[in-house]
C-alpha cells in the first residue's frame, strides 16, 4: 500500500511515516518545511519529499497513493486538499490510520495532559524497554535514551502521547480519542488550545471521550490533585481507577471536586510509596533536567502506568535512574563566557512556572535570565496573558520576543517592573540578553518553536565575548 502524508515533517506525522515505513508501506510525503532534521531522518528511510501542496504531486510521487494520510495543519483553501476532494481521492486522518493499521492490536498505554505528556510518555516508553518489553511509541519529542520519537516494534506494547488538539479539519475530536487505550494516563488538565476550545469545560467534555474508549478491564492512571479530571470522571467510568499524587498533597474533605486519596506518592527526596508501603526512591544525577514537583509527579504517573502492564514498581524505579531526559526539556545546549544557555519548549504559564522553578531548584543562588516566545496558538490570542508574571517570578529578568501578537506583552508583564523587557527584532533582544549575562548566569530559552535560532546565535556571541 502507498501512503502520502500531507504534512508529513511535523513530528506526530513524521513518526507515522517512519511506523508505516517500518511496517513495509510505501510512504511519500509533503510539507511547507521540508528541513532537518525530520527532512534527513525521513529521507534516510527512503521516503520520498515534497516541497509545498502543489497539486501537480498527484501527478508526480503522489500518483497512485492508495490513501492521503492528511495532519491536522493542513485546512480548507489548501491546494493540494482541495484537488483531492474535488477527485473524490481516499483520505484519513493520521490518528485514524495509526489505530487501523497499528493500535488495533496493540496494548495501547496512552498519555494524556495539559502538561508533562512528553516526558510522562518518554518516561513510560524508557521502563517498559528497560523492564525487556520491547514497546513501539510515538512520541511528541526525541528522548534521549532512544534518540528517536517514533518506533514499530513487534511487542504487544505500544506507548502514544495522547494529544487533545483536534484530528484533522474533517474532524474535530481531539486526537487521543482514535487510541482506544487499555492504560490511560490522564496527568493534568486545565485550559489551552484557546484556537479550538472556547473553555475548560469543552476540553473536559474530550477527555471524557477518552474515558469512554477505556475497557472495563483497563486503567486509568490519575492524577488526584487536579479537581479538573474529578470532573471528568464523575461524568461517568467504567475501568479500573488508579490515582496518584505528592506525598505533601491533602485532598479537601467532602469538596464536590475531589477524587479519593492518592494511591500512588512520591516524596521530595524521590520516595516512592503504594498503599502506604515504601518501593523505593527515585534518584536524578545532580543538575539531571528532570528535578522539580512537576516531574517527580510525572514520574510517579509512569510508575504507575508500567505497573499497570506487569512491570514492579522496583524495576521501573530502578529504570529511572537511567533515564536521559528529552530533548528541548531543559535541555542544556552549552555554556559559553560561563554562562549556561537552555532550551525548553514550555509556552504555557503553568509549564513556564514549573520549568524555571525546576531550574531555580537545580541552580540555586545563580542568575537566571527567562527569554520567552509566546508564539502557541493560545499565547498568541491571549488567552492566558495575565497569568505569565506569575509564571516568571522566580526568574531574575526576563526578555520577550513580541513578534505577531494580538495584544500588548509590555503591558501583561508590568507587574514584573524594571525586570521585564520586550523586543519586537530578535538580534535586539539577542543584543540585550548579552549585554546583561554574567559568569554564573543561566539562559533559559522557552519556546515551543525553533526562535529563529537563538541558542546558538547567543553562545556564538557569549563566545566572542569572552575572547
Request: charged share 20%; proline share 4%; with cysteine.
Amino acid at each position: 500500500m502507498h501512503i502520502h502524508i500531507l504534512g508529513i515533517c511535523g513530528t506526530f506525522m513524521g513518526g507515522i511515516a517512519a511506523i508505516a515505513s517500518r511496517a513495509g508501506f510505501k510512504v511519500t510525503g509533503c510539507d511547507a518545511n521540508v528541513y532537518p532534521p525530520m527532512s534527513t531522518q525521513l529521507e534516510a528511510l527512503g521516503i520520498a519529499l515534497t516541497e509545498g501542496y502543489a497539486a501537480a504531486q498527484l501527478e508526480g510521487v503522489a500518483r497512485g497513493a492508495d490513501v492521503f494520510v492528511v495532519g491536522n495543519a493542513l485546512s480548507r483553501g489548501n491546494s493540494l486538499v482541495e484537488e483531492i476532494l474535488d477527485r473524490r481521492l481516499p483520505y484519513q486522518s493520521g490518528p485514524q490510520w495509526l489505530f487501523e493499521h497499528v493500535l488495533k492490536d496493540k496494548w495501547v498505554l496512552a498519555v494524556a495532559g495539559t502538561h508533562g505528556k512528553t516526558t510522562v510518555t518518554s518516561m513510560l516508553a524508557w521502563i517498559l524497554d528497560h523492564a525487556g518489553r520491547d514497546p513501539g511509541f510515538l512520541i511528541g519529542g526525541v528522548p534521549s535514551n532512544f534518540g528517536i520519537s517514533a518506533r514499530l516494534t513487534d511487542s504487544q506494547f505500544f506507548v502514544i502521547e495522547a494529544d487533545e488538539y483536534d484530528t484533522a479539519f474533517f474532524d474535530k475530536r481531539s486526537k487521543f480519542v482514535h487510541y482506544r487505550p487499555r492504560t490511560a494516563i490522564l496527568n493534568n488538565l486545565e485550559f489551552d488550545h484557546a484556537d479550538i476550545f472556547a473553555d475548560l469545560g469543552a476540553i473536559e467534555t474530550q477527555f471524557h471521550h477518552l474515558v469512554r474508549s477505556v475497557p472495563r478491564s483497563g486503567s486509568l492512571i490519575v492524577n488526584a490533585e487536579e479537581a479538573s479530571l474529578a470532573r471528568v470522571l464523575k461524568r461517568g467510568c467504567w475501568s479500573q481507577i488508579d490515582t496518584f499524587g505528592g506525598a505533601d498533597f491533602t485532598p479537601s474533605s467532602g469538596a464536590p471536586d475531589a477524587l479519593p486519596e492518592p494511591r500512588w506518592r512520591i516524596a521530595e527526596d524521590g520516595a516512592v510509596s503504594c498503599d502506604g508501603k515504601a518501593q523505593g526512591v527515585v534518584r536524578w544525577p545532580a543538575g539531571h533536567p528532570q528535578l522539580g514537583r512537576h516531574n517527580r509527579l510525572n514520574a510517579l504517573a509512569a510508575i504507575a502506568g508500567a505497573g499497570h502492564a506487569g512491570v514492579p514498581p522496583a524495576a521501573a524505579i530502578a529504570a529511572l535512574a537511567e533515564f536521559r531526559g528529552i530533548k528541548r526539556r531543559l535541555e542544556t545546549r552549552g555554556v559559553a563566557a560561563g554562562v549556561t544557555v537552555y532550551d525548553d519548549f514550555a509556552h504555557h504559564p503553568t509549564a513556564i512556572a514549573t520549568t524555571v522553578n525546576g531550574l531555580r531548584r537545580a541552580t540555586g543562588a545563580g542568575r537566571i535570565l527567562a527569554v520567552l516566545e509566546p508564539r502557541s496558538n493560545t499565547m498568541k490570542l491571549g488567552a492566558v496573558k495575565d497569568a505569565l508574571p506569575g509564571s516568571l517570578a522566580e526568574a531574575d529578568l526576563v526578555f520577550c520576543y513580541a513578534g505577531k501578537l494580538g495584544w500588548d506583552p509590555a503591558a501583561a508583564l508590568a507587574p514584573l517592573g524594571a525586570k521585564a523587557s520586550v523586543f519586537g527584532d530578535l538580534d535586539a533582544l539577542i543584543d540585550a540578553v548579552v549585554g546583561e549575562t554574567r559568569a554564573g548566569d543561566h539562559i533559559l530559552v522557552m519556546s515551543n518553536g525553533g526562535f529563529g535560532g537563538i541558542h546558538d546565535k547567543l553562545l556564538d556571541r557569549l563566545a566572542l565575548r569572552s575572547k
